[in-house]
C-alpha cells in the first residue's frame, strides 16, 4: 500500500523561529525592554514545552499512518532521528570549552566526570544536578531521545473513531501531565513558598530538566495529530483554535505570579498549545502569515538557534569581539542578528551536509530492507 507524504505545515515552521528567539530573549534580555510582550518574555521557558509537544504532533503527523499500516521500520526511524539531532547536538558541545572551568568548579570530580560521560550519550538530563551541563538548553535532548524510543509503540496507536472518547484521553493525559507540578506546589520539597524562574533548588531542577516531567506533552502532541486528522482542514473551526490558543495563552501569562511557576513551566498550557497547532495546520489566513517565506527560511534553523545560542552567546562576548569591531553599541540587538545568521549558517554547512553523510554510512552498514516505505523528511519539531 502506498502512503502518501503528508503535506508541508510551513505556519508550524515559521512559528518555530519566533519560540526559539523567544528562548534566546529569556536567557539574554530584560523582559522589559518588549513592552507590552514582556509576560511572553519572560515565560520563555514556556517555549521549550510548546516544542516538545510540538515534536511528537509533528512525528506523528509523518510516521502515524505508515505506522499503523505495519510499514514503519523501527531501526531506520533510530537512525534517521539520530542523523537529525546529534551533528549540531555534538557541535554544541565542542563550544562548551570555554565553560569546562566553571562546570569542573561547580561540581564534585565524580559528577564532573559523570557528566562529561553522559552529555555525548544524550543522558545528563536524567540526573537533575547536571541537566544543564557544558550547554544549559541541552538537556532537552536527553527527553527527545528518550521519546523517540517510545514514539514507534506510540505511532500505532489506532486513528480516533470518536472525538469525544479521544478528547477525554486527551484530557486525561493533561491532567497526568499537571501532576508532578501541582505535587510540588503542594508539598513544597525544596522549602520555596512562591518559586519562579530564578529559583532553584534539586526537586525543581527534577521537575524543570529530566524527561519524566515533560512525557504528557509529548503524549499529548501524538494524541494532537491523531484528532488533526478527522478535522477538516479548511474548515473554520481551525482559525477559531488557533486565534483563541494564542490570546488565552497570552492572557495567563499576562497574569504573572497570580499563575504558580510550576504548573506553567509544563502542563497547564498544554491545551492552548494544541489549539495552536490545529490552528496553523489548517488552511486559514493565519496560518498562510505565518507561512511567509522569510519566517519559513528562519525558522527551518530554529533547532540550530534553539541547541547553540547559549554557548554562541558567551564565546561572542568572552571574546570581546563586538568591541573590537565597534559594534557593542548596538547590543543586545546586534547579538541576536549574528545569532540568527549563525544558526543559519549551521544549518546549512554543519547539520545538513553532516545528516547526509551520516545517513550515507549508516546506509552503507545496513542493507535496506524489503519494503523500507518512504522516511519523511518533513520539517522536524526540535527547537
Known amino acids: 500500500m502506498e502512503i502518501r507524504r503528508p503535506a508541508r505545515l510551513d505556519a508550524l515552521t515559521g512559528l518555530r523561529f519566533f519560540a526559539a ?5 529569556f536567557h539574554f534580555s530584560n523582559p522589559q525592554w518588549f513592552g507590552f510582550l514582556a509576560p511572553m518574555v519572560n515565560a520563555g521557558y514556556a517555549s521549550v514545552s510548546y516544542f516538545i509537544l510540538l515534536s511528537g504532533f509533528v512525528l506523528a503527523y509523518n510516521y502515524s499512518e505508515r505506522a499503523r499500516a505495519g510499514q514503519l521500520d523501527t531501526l531506520r526511524f533510530y537512525k534517521t532521528r539520530f542523523t537529525r539531532i546529534y551533528p549540531i547536538y555534538l557541535l554544541s558541545l565542542l563550544l562548551s570549552w570555554q565553560v569546562l572551568p566553571k562546570e569542573y568548579a561547580a561540581h564534585t570530580h565524580g559528577m564532573f566526570w559523570l557528566g562529561m560521560v553522559l552529555a555525548p550519550l544524550l543522558l545528563q538530563g536524567w540526573i537533575p544536578s547536571i541537566a544543564t551541563f557544558l550547554n544549559t538548553p541541552a538537556w532537552t535532548m536527553s527527553a527527545e531521545s528518550f521519546y523517540y524510543l517510545l514514539f514507534p509503540w506510540m505511532a ?9 472518547r479521544h478528547l477525554a ?3 486525561g493525559v493533561w491532567a497526568l501531565g499537571l501532576v508532578p507540578g501541582t505535587l510540588y506546589i503542594v508539598l513544597r ?15 525543581l531542577d527534577a521537575l524543570k530538566f529530566t524527561p519524566l516531567p515533560h512525557l504528557a506533552s509529548f503524549v499529548f502532541g501524538v494524541m494532537l495529530a491523531n484528532l488533526d486528522e478527522v478535522i477538516d482542514r479548511a474548515g473554520r473551526v481551525r482559525l477559531v483554535l488557533g486565534l483563541a490558543g494564542f490570546a488565552v495563552t497570552f492572557g495567563i501569562l499576562e497574569m504573572g505570579s497570580v499563575v504558580p511557576y510550576a504548573i506553567v513551566h509544563d502542563g497547564l498550557l498544554m491545551p492552548l498549545f494544541g489549539c495552536i497547532v490545529l490552528g496553523l495546520a489548517g488552511q486559514n489566513w493565519l496560518a498562510s502569515l505565518l507561512s511567509w517565506r522569510p519566517l519559513v527560511v528562519v525558522g527551518e534553523a530554529s533547532y540550530c538557534l534553539y541547541l547553540l545560542h547559549f554557548n554562541l552567546w558567551n564565546l561572542l562576548h568572552n571574546s570581546h569581539v563586538l568591541n573590537v ?6 547590543d543586545p540587538w546586534i547579538s541576536y542578528v549574528l545569532l540568527v545568521a549563525m544558526a543559519l549558517l549551521a544549518l546549512h554547512w554543519i547539520e545538513k551536509p553532516a545528516q547526509r553523510q551520516l545517513r550515507k ?8 530492507p ?10 522536524e519539531a526540535q527547537p
Open 189 to 203: 520539597p525544596d522549602g520555596i513558598a512562591h518559586p519562579d524562574r530564578w529559583s532553584w533548588g534539586p526537586w
Open 361 to 368: 554510512l549508516l546506509s552503507a552498514r545496513t542493507a535496506a
Open 370 to 379: 524489503a519494503n523500507p516505505g518512504r522516511i519523511f523528511q518533513q520539517q
Open 169 to 171: 484521553k486527551m484530557a
Open 325 to 330: 569591531l565597534g559594534l557593542s553599541r548596538f
Open 21 to 25: 528567539i523567544n528562548i534566546v530573549f
Open 156 to 164: 500505532r496507536w489506532k486513528r480516533p473513531s470518536r472525538v469525544r
